[in-house]
């Protein structure tokens, strides 16, 4: 099955700097990786996502990049604010076997934002 | 509009009870979800409902039923709980099994006493 991995475990940035997350997988199949925001109490929210036939991807300050031949993606949030403080996790989808496909998270990053 | 709608939002359940958790979406998704989500940990996937039939049982023990009524709802029966499954239970959809975006519920939070 796919396993992921995601670094840094926790991530404290000044306002205004930008905040990288990085994450490997190990199902070279896998071809839909989703990020989502989870903050304190609530769901996890999809911020952006990225299919294996597209190298970069922006969404105003964020953008999601993608590397298929050494199989990592990283999330990239510019010009960070108080409030993109939360756990962000990072998704690889992988075979589930009858031709289905579910995602894997990684573990999550802490992300604090400090005024 | 991507709403996954969840009740109850909160439960406290003894070991003893029988109580259901409900989840209804409308966006005509046909594959629907239940995870487990423990404090600082990530979702873990519990079942998959494509097209109203169960497709994945993530061995998960027979305490925890689930049910599909139909299309849009989804029912998680919960009977002799432990204290460690108390978590939060999001569920989740999307437009079909197949690689596509999944949006989950707000959540409900369990806690069994």
């Known amino acids: 099955g796919e396993n992921v991995e995601q670094h840094p475990s926790t991530l404290s940035v000044q306002e205004g700097d930008s905040a990288v997350i990085k994450c490997t997988y190990s199902?070279?199949?896998?071809?839909?990786f989703p990020w989502y925001k989870q903050e304190l109490g609530k769901r996890p929210q999809l911020i952006i996502d990225?299919?294996?036939?597209?190298g970069e991807k922006k969404d105003q300050r964020i953008a999601v990049t993608l590397n298929k031949t050494a199989k990592h993606f990283s999330l990239h949030i510019t010009e960070t604010q108080p409030e993109d403080s939360a756990v962000y996790f990072c998704?690889?989808?992988?075979?589930?076997?009858?031709?289905?496909?579910?995602?894997?998270f990684g573990k999550g990053t802490k992300l604090s934002v400090i005024p | 509009d991507t709403e996954v709608t969840q009740t109850p939002k909160h439960l406290v359940m003894g070991m003893t009870n029988k109580k259901s958790l409900k989840c209804e979406q409308h966006?005509?998704?046909?594959?629907m979800y239940w995870y487990k989500q423990k404090a600082k940990k990530p979702p873990e996937l519990m079942f998959v409902?494509?097209?109203?039939?169960?497709?994945i049982n993530e061995s998960v023990p027979s305490r925890f039923s689930p049910e599909c009524p139909n299309s849009s709802l989804l029912n998680l029966h919960l009977h002799a709980l432990q204290p460690e499954d108390s978590a939060l239970y999001l569920c989740?959809?999307?437009?079909?099994?197949?690689?596509?975006?999944?949006?989950f519920g707000e959540g409900s939070w369990l806690t069994v006493v």
């Open positions: 989740a959809s999307s437009p079909d099994r197949v690689v596509n975006t999944i949006y």
């Open positions: 998704a690889a989808t992988h075979n589930s076997g009858a031709g289905s496909y579910q995602l894997t």
């Open positions: 966006m005509g998704h046909r594959a």
């Open positions: 990225i299919r294996s036939n597209v």
């Open positions: 199902d070279s199949a896998s071809n839909y």
């Open positions: 409902y494509s097209y109203e039939k169960l497709s």
